[in-house]
């Protein structure tokens, strides 16, 4: 019944963008801290970037950062992960997950996960 779903990823070349989504179901998005996690292949999943219940405060990864933007509408019930200047290490399967505690990018903040949606860069 509670439920995150991620949409959005797809193909896309080396210098594109990409917006991905992150819509709740079954709860309010408002009361929770939104993180975006990825998992590379062979890698271990790693904290992109994550957002406040506001939307006031943000952290991205260094890997990330001036490149990739998080949002939320919360009259939406939605969290955005704007992607730009996408380099083939940013080839993944995207998660959003939901918190009510804390905020972070260490996966132990948060309680509700999606199953992910898959980026790839290349050419």
């Known amino acids: 019944q509670l439920q995150l779903v991620e949409s959005g990823g797809g193909l896309v070349q080396p210098g594109g963008s990409l917006r991905l989504s992150c819509a709740a179901s079954?709860?309010?998005?408002?009361?929770?801290?939104i993180g975006w996690f990825r998992r590379a292949p062979g890698k271990e999943r790693e904290g992109v970037s994550c957002?406040?219940?506001?939307?006031?405060?943000?952290h991205y990864a260094d890997s990330v950062k001036g490149r990739f933007t998080i949002s939320r509408d919360n009259t939406k019930n939605t969290v955005y992960l704007q992607m730009s200047s996408l380099k083939p290490e940013d080839t993944a399967v995207y998660y959003c997950?939901?918190?009510?505690?804390?905020?972070?990018?260490?996966?132990?903040?948060?309680?509700?996960w999606g199953q992910g949606t898959q980026v790839t860069v290349s050419s």
């Open positions: 997950a939901a918190g009510a505690v804390g905020l972070g990018l260490g996966e132990q903040t948060y309680n509700y």
């Open positions: 079954g709860f309010t998005l408002d009361y929770y801290a």
């Open positions: 957002i406040s219940r506001g939307g006031r405060t943000t």
